[in-house]
Structure formats: C-alpha cells, structure tokens
T-cell receptor, first 114, second 117 residues
Framework: GNSVTQMEGPVTLSEEAFLTINCTYT??????LFWYVQYPGEGLQLLLKATKADDKGSNKGFEATYRKETTSFHLEKGSVQVSDSAVYFCALSDPRGGADGLTFGKGTHLIIQP | GAVVSQHPSWVICKSGTSVKIECRSLDFQATTMFWYRQFPKQSLMLMATSNEGSKATYEQGVEKDKFLINHASLTLSTLTVTSAHPEDSSFYIC?????????????FGPGTRLTVT
C-alpha cells in the first residue's frame, strides 16, 4: 500500500535559518506529491505540489522536487520567518493505484524563534 | 476562493448518543468529499470518500454502520457518528475536491473536535 514518512518534530530553528523537512514515500502507482501546512487553529492549506518526476513545486519561498529515484519530496526554504511556524504535512495521491484520497505523513511541527 | 467549512468546530457528547458533523463547500461545487480522522500527534487517516448522489466508499477498517456519510448535494456532506463511544473521540477533518479543478487538489475544512464522555 501507499505510505509517507516524514521527519519527526518538533523542529526548532532561528529566524533566517535554512529549512529542510525530509519526506519519502512508497506508492504502487505514479503518485502526485504535496506539502500541506496547518497554522494554529486553521485547516490544512496546500503549500505546493508536483505531479510527475523531476517537477519542482514552489510557493512562498518553499520548494520541493519530486525525486522518483529516491522516492523523496523534501521541503526546503532558504530563510525561514517566525510566521512559518506551523505543522507541515507531506502527502501523496495515487488514483491510478486505486487510492483516491490523500495519504499523509505524520506531520512535522516547525517552530521558528526570533 | 475554495473555502470549506465544518460545523460544529467542537462537540462534546455522552456515550451512546449520535453526533452529526457537517462539511460545506462555500464558494464552489464539490463532486467529491473526503473524511479524515486525526489522532493527537499523528497523521490524518482517510476514512471514506463520498461522491455526490452515491454511496460513500469506506477505507478498510472503517465501520460504515458507525460512521454514516451522506453527500446529498454538491456543497454539503455530513458525517454521523452513531452510538458514539470514548474511543471515537478524535479530530475529524473533511476536504472537498472542486468540480472543475485538477483531479488531485483538495480543500480542507478546519476540523471538528469530538469528545465522547
């Protein structure tokens, strides 16, 4: 079956630090990959996505590249801000593998200190 | 755009009673809605997929008679937890896929916290 593994948190960084949150996946088909962000008290929001190998998703300074050879979709940002503090979820959708809903990782709580 | 609401945002009920949670797409039509369950510090687990006008498809291990899903219109899906027990206490989140959007994008509601006493 499908699964997503992401690094455990919380991850605590200082403002302007470089961020990497690792995400690897297992899928039976050819998944699309996503990063969602959940700010305190709010619902999940799509941060970025990539639908095929070697695609790079980017938004708000965050980037992630779909690496089929390493089955990874690591999230990066060059300089984080306090406002980036949230929980980040890596997810995949694999409808051709029979899974129409999203399969999520456990989430990584990111804390940015001023 | 693409806003999904849930009601109530939190609910406390007694063991043995039933609770209904609503999920609405406010500014778009959703042919497909998904229901997820999230335990503390854990991932979201897909419970079921519902398509407007048809029966929901439940994931393995989810009791369809306990978690009743009705997707009666293109903007509303409901999840009813029947004969709730303390182990049903959880955070329930819905998402909706817009009718005209790309196949893979879902918009999430803010979630409903259910506590069964």
């Amino acid at each position: 079956g499908n699964s997503v593994t992401q690094m455990e948190g919380p991850v605590t960084l200082s403002e302007e630090a470089f961020l990497t949150i690792n995400c690897t996946y297992t899928a039976t088909g050819y998944p699309s990959l996503f990063w969602y962000v959940q700010y305190p008290g709010e619902g999940l929001q799509l941060l970025l996505k990539a639908t095929k190998a070697d695609d790079k998703g980017s938004n708000k300074g965050f980037e992630a590249t779909y690496r089929k050879e390493t089955t990874s979709f690591h999230l990066e940002k060059g300089s984080v801000q306090v406002s980036d503090s949230a929980v980040y979820f890596c997810a995949l959708s694999d409808p051709r593998g029979g899974a129409d809903g999203l399969t999520f990782g456990k989430g990584t709580h990111l804390i940015i200190q001023p | 755009g693409a806003v999904v609401s849930q009601h109530p945002s939190w609910v406390i009920c007694k063991s043995g009673t039933s609770v209904k949670i609503e999920c609405r797409s406010l500014d778009f039509q959703a042919t497909t809605m998904f229901w997820y369950r999230q335990f503390p510090k854990q991932s979201l687990m897909l419970m079921a997929t519902s398509n407007e006008g048809s029966k929901a498809t439940y994931e393995q291990g989810v009791e369809k008679d306990k978690f009743l899903i009705n997707h009666a219109s293109l903007t509303l899906s409901t999840l009813t937890v029947t004969s709730a027990h303390p182990e049903d206490s959880s955070f329930y989140i819905c998402s909706a896929r817009e009718r005209t959007s790309g196949r893979y994008e879902q918009y999430f509601g803010p979630g409903t916290r259910l506590t069964v006493t």
